[in-house]
């Protein structure tokens, strides 16, 4: 019953290959490829650093890539009102204007958007009983981050891109924007990119994941069949040559008695020696933290001693 | 109508504890057959989940025949899953309830009796063996 079933083949909002940004002599984000299917949620994930905040701009046509391409609805990311029509992006930093109250930004955004649905706006801050008519700067922290999502979506984007949007949040006010998110998908025609360093919370809204380390793509898919993917090995300190040869070994811990490896499977694994059982997002997500780089076979049997 | 828990920290992922709490309702009585599950956007407003999740919580559903969508008026139990009837998981939950009491008053904390559980389950699997 636990069959990974794909959801119907969907075309992708992004697509992205071979994308590299790189800023005087710092690389901020090289080779990047990767595919995100309309309508998911995709949680953006990586150590400070790693590249998100700049592959996130790269997307909203914010800054242009000084390698390879990238689409996204199939057009190209860029200072265009068209396609920043279609287009929400969410920075860090909640870009609000303080003394004014969230009324005051659903005026000004009808003026500077095709599609503007004011009304939108209205609706969720009452329910969420926030209030319209005062100045921004005075309500909480987790408030100005629903003003801020709520105008967003105000604009109707087909893709959101959120940059740490609830890294600075109380678990309340985390709740309470991620259901404002997830409701909007629900409602249909969206496709959310949310950087994030909660693994938490990616399990739970996200269905999709990037995985970036060291400006480089670490993993991409759907989060359920990359999960079904890897296992963790544990077994006796023996030879494990036959399943370095068989699978893609991602991290390997060696005691004197032990062994634990977190493997992609190729086929299943069928040494009895090993243990195998499922991992979590979180183990997943931290063993590919540990890796500078993807991993080439070449470099993987030489890690720790085969004896 | 029932509401779902989603446990972050729960090994089973998302769609398939929402799978569980259906069956489960649908067991213990608290759903029947004609009953309305939540919406999605329902679902999603109380538990801050990817819609997509519920979706496939619910065609899982559909697919076993526990339940049928009904354009525009939403997803409505058809069948109650395989097993015994409603009210004997109450009636057997209400004896378990005495001898957990009558344990508790003999001195037995929760790792004995959850190991007690355990020994007299693995034993009667292997006498079904046997």
């Not at chain 1, 019953?1 to 002599?25: C, F």
């Not at chain 2, 801050?48 to 697919?63: F, G, Q, W």
């Amino acid at each position: 019953m636990i069959d990974v079933q794909a959801v119907p083949e969907a075309a992708a909002a992004i697509r992205t290959s071979g994308l590299g940004k790189r800023y005087r002599r710092v690389c901020a984000l090289s080779d990047c490829t990767i595919t995100v299917p309309e309508g998911r949620i995709s949680a953006l994930i990586g150590p400070n650093g790693a590249g998100k905040t700049t592959l996130l701009r790269l997307l909203a046509g914010l800054t242009r890539p000084t390698d390879g391409e990238m689409t996204v609805y199939g057009g190209i990311p860029r200072q265009d009102p068209a396609f920043l029509a279609s287009i929400g992006f969410l920075a860090q930093e909640i870009p609000l204007y303080r003394r004014l109250s969230a009324e005051d930004h659903i005026g000004a955004g009808a003026h500077l958007n095709p599609r503007w649905d004011g009304e939108s706006v209205r609706e969720r801050l009452t329910a969420l009983t926030i209030p319209l008519d005062r100045a921004v700067g005075t309500l909480s922290g987790g408030q100005r981050s629903q003003v801020a999502l709520a105008l967003t979506l105000a604009k109707r984007p087909r893709l959101l891109l959120l940059d740490e949007p609830v890294a600075a949040l109380d678990p309340l006010a985390r709740r309470n924007f991620l259901a404002l998110l997830t409701d909007a998908v629900a409602a249909g025609g969206l496709t959310v990119v949310l950087s994030s360093h909660l693994v938490a919370d990616a399990e739970r809204v996200c269905d999709h994941l990037v995985m970036l380390a060291a400006s480089r793509v670490q993993l991409c898919g759907d989060i359920e069949e990359l999960l079904a993917e890897h296992q963790m090995l544990v077994g006796p300190r023996k030879d494990t040559s036959a399943i370095e040869r068989d699978h893609r070994v991602v991290q390997v811990t060696r005691t004197p008695r032990q062994v634990t490896m977190l493997v992609r499977r190729c086929g299943p694994v069928s040494d009895p020696a090993f243990q195998a059982s499922d991992v979590s997002l979180e183990e997943l997500v931290l063993a590919y933290m540990g890796q500078d780089a993807p991993p080439a076979p070449a470099e993987l049997t030489s890690i720790g001693d085969n004896q | 109508m029932i509401s779902f828990r989603v446990d972050g920290r729960s090994v089973a992922p998302p769609y398939l504890q929402i799978v569980q709490q259906v069956k489960q309702a649908l067991r213990m009585g608290v759903l029947d057959v004609g009953d309305k599950l939540p919406t999605v956007r329902e679902v999603v407003a109380a538990t801050a989940i990817n819609p997509n999740t519920v979706l496939k919580a619910y065609r899982d559903l559909e697919r076993d025949g526990l339940v049928e969508a009904r354009a525009g008026h939403g997803t409505f139990v058809r069948h109650r899953p395989p097993g015994p009837p409603p009210g004997t998981h109450s009636r057997l939950g209400r004896s378990l309830a005495r001898w957990v009491a009558e344990a508790r008053a003999a001195g037995l904390d929760d790792e004995s009796m959850e190991s007690l559980l355990r020994v007299a389950l693995r034993a009667e699997t292997e006498e079904e063996i046997a």
